[in-house]
């Protein structure tokens, strides 16, 4: 696992793409096959790396909000993501993953489900509507997520601050998710 990881942090952004057990093998000093004794499999691989980066991004966002309430609990967990993401960016990719639909990735999509409990958590913190938690959620998440991924994709070209453009967005977020809206 050890390995994996290290190829998924060489990688950078495309990290977790770039997880073969070739990679992991040569990272070793072995040959594909002598991997089958520890893995089932690159598949299984992706799914245990996964599970594993999961858990860390839910390590991270914890205790970034430990302690905190509404809107500072909000904006911690997303300045913790960015700040993961920018740290990690193969292991951040893996976070947001194909496996979700994936029968064979139980452990991974309930450490998925505890990433996003976090997250719901803090969000309920700033009023928002029960009946509107899971909007709320995939607001956040997307808005987090796109911003991430284009700032570590060089999609943000404009002579302007980042940090001032995400600034911007965390507090979009913060002072709009507890409107009572009906679409």
């Known amino acids: 696992m050890a390995l994996a990881l290290e ?8 990290g977790f793409e770039g997880l073969t057990l ?5 990272r070793a000093g072995v040959a594909v096959p002598s991997l089958y004794k520890h893995v089932d499999g690159l598949s299984a691989l992706r799914i245990e790396v996964a599970r594993v980066c999961v858990d860390d991004l839910t390590t991270v966002l914890t205790v970034a909000r430990r302690g905190l309430t509404g809107a500072p609990a909000v904006r911690a967990i997303m300045h913790a993501t960015r700040a993961f993401a920018h740290a990690h960016p193969g292991r951040y990719q893996a976070t947001q993953g194909a ?3 994936d029968p064979a990735a139980t452990a991974v999509q309930a450490a998925g489900a ?3 409990a976090v997250i719901a958590d803090a969000i309920t913190t700033l009023g928002v509507d029960p009946a509107r938690t899971i909007d709320a959620v995939r607001a956040f998440r997307s808005t987090l997520h ?3 991924m284009l700032e570590m994709d060089s999609g943000f070209g404009l002579p302007h601050d980042v940090d ?5 967005a965390v507090e979009l977020l913060v002072t709009a998710l507890p409107a009572r809206l009906t679409p």
């Open 7 to 14: 190829v998924v942090d060489a990688g950078g952004p495309r």
């Open 22 to 26: 070739a990679a992991v093998a040569a």
């Open 99 to 101: 496996w979700a639909q």
């Open 114 to 116: 505890r990433t996003v």
């Open 146 to 148: 796109g911003f991430v």
């Open 164 to 168: 001032a453009s995400f600034a911007y």
